[in-house]
Each structure stands twice: as structure tokens, then as C-alpha cells.
């Protein structure tokens, strides 16, 4: 089946430690996204890439990075620079920018 | 000011009820899409549209580009389309989506 798939689907992260969440697609996107989502909030622009080995920063870049090494993965790092990492994190992607977007099923990110 | 405003932010209906849910937004756009956020946090698409009118089953939605709005309506509302529905627009010249807020919807039995 081709579809979009985040894992882990839950994730703990002490203080000081980085964490990476995984995105990956089987969909031959070009273009791939990431968003964080904060109760009562709209869904706001992490990173997003629109083609292998190049990606830009959204609305809200600082405190993590990502790669494009490969067109199926979209890996998102959470450091230790993002003072308030708890979240909902979701994962898109689309055939190329400002298409239709296939979201992931998300990864809820919790500080202990 | 959001450059993307939905309206209402909560919605409560009886079953069977017509449903509008608005969507106003302040920039040229290429593209508007309509989203489902069900309670489990998944996101599906529900329509991508610049012009006119789609239906897909009870949903249908709507598109006023000069005046910068679209709607979403459901007709024959039942309990398994609560959900958050998103509004979202492709601004012209850019890749990427600005989201609304989102509006709760919830249906009664």
C-alpha cells in the first residue's frame, strides 16, 4: 500500500538529549513537510523540503533540523536547543509544493 | 490577524443537521484545501480547489475567490464526521500551506 508512515507514534525525550523522528513515503513525492501541532492550535511550518538534498526552514525552524538524503525519508531532529519540544508532530507529503498534502499519522513528542 | 480565519472555532449539532463551516482568508492563493483532523490526530485531504464547487458524498465545498472565502458544508450530519476540519491555502508564488486554526465539530446522536 502506498501511504506515508512516522514512527515512533509516541516518544519520550529527557532534558539535554536530542531525539530524531522518522517520516518516510512510498508515495514518489517530491515535495515533504513537517509541522508541529500545540493543543487548541493550528499546525504550524517546522522544515520542508521539495526535493532531494535541499530543504528550508518554516515559521518555527530554531531548535531543529532535517535532512533529504534520500526522496522516501524526511527525518526530523528535535535538539536540545528547543526549550518546549512537547508536541504533536505531523509528517506530510506531496507530489510537489503546493499540492495536495498526504499527512502521516503524527508522533506525539513528551518531555520528561 | 491570521492571515487564515475560520469560523466557528467550535460547532455542536444534532444529528441529520446541515453543517457550514467558513473559511476567510487575506492573500492571493493558488490553491484552498479542506482538511479532517480526526480525534486520534490523523489528517486526511478532503478537497484542493481554486474555483467553483466540489462534492465529494455529503461534503461539499465551495469557493469565492474575489471575495477571498470558501465554505464547507455537510448535509445529513451524522456522529462519525466529528472532527477538527482545516482550512488551508497555497498563497500565490509559494510552496508551502498556511493553516487556520482549525473548527471542532461535534454531532450529537
Known amino acids: 500500500d502506498g501511504g506515508i508512515t512516522q514512527s515512533p507514534k509516541y516518544l519520550f525525550r529527557k532534558e539535554g538529549q536530542n531525539v530524531t523522528l522518522s517520516c518516510e513515503q512510498n508515495?514518489?513525492?517530491?515535495?515533504m513537510y513537517w509541522y508541529r501541532q500545540d493543543p487548541g492550535q493550528g499546525l504550524r511550518l517546522i522544515y520542508y523540503?521539495?526535493?532531494?538534498?535541499?530543504?528550508q526552514k518554516g515559521d518555527i525552524a530554531e531548535g531543529y533540523s532535517v535532512s533529504r538524503e534520500k526522496k522516501e525519508s524526511f527525518p526530523l531532529t528535535v535538539t536540545s536547543a528547543q526549550k518546549n519540544p512537547t508536541a504533536f508532530y505531523l509528517c506530510?507529503?506531496?507530489?510537489?509544493?503546493?499540492?495536495?498534502?498526504?499527512f502521516g499519522p503524527g508522533t506525539r513528542l513528551l518531555v520528561l | 490577524k491570521n492571515e487564515v480565519e475560520q469560523s466557528p472555532q467550535n460547532l455542536t449539532a444534532q444529528e441529520g443537521e446541515f453543517i457550514t463551516i467558513n473559511c476567510s482568508y487575506s492573500?492571493?492563493?493558488?490553491?484552498l484545501h479542506w482538511l479532517q483532523q480526526h480525534p486520534g490526530g490523523g489528517i486526511v485531504s478532503l478537497f484542493m480547489?481554486?474555483?467553483g464547487k466540489k462534492k465529494h458524498g455529503r461534503l461539499i465545498a465551495t469557493i469565492n475567490i474575489q471575495e477571498k472565502h470558501s465554505s464547507l458544508h455537510i448535509t445529513a450530519s451524522h456522529p462519525r464526521d466529528s472532527a477538527v476540519y482545516i482550512c488551508?491555502?497555497?498563497?500565490?508564488?509559494?510552496?508551502?500551506?498556511?493553516f487556520g486554526q482549525g473548527t471542532r465539530l461535534t454531532i450529537n446522536p
Open positions: 506530510a507529503s506531496s507530489a510537489q509544493g503546493g499540492g495536495t498534502q498526504y
Open positions: 508515495l514518489n513525492h517530491d515535495a
Open positions: 523540503s521539495q526535493i532531494v538534498n535541499d530543504f
Open positions: 492573500v492571493g492563493i493558488s490553491a
Open positions: 480547489l481554486s474555483s
Open positions: 488551508a491555502v497555497n498563497p500565490q508564488g509559494a510552496q508551502k500551506l498556511v
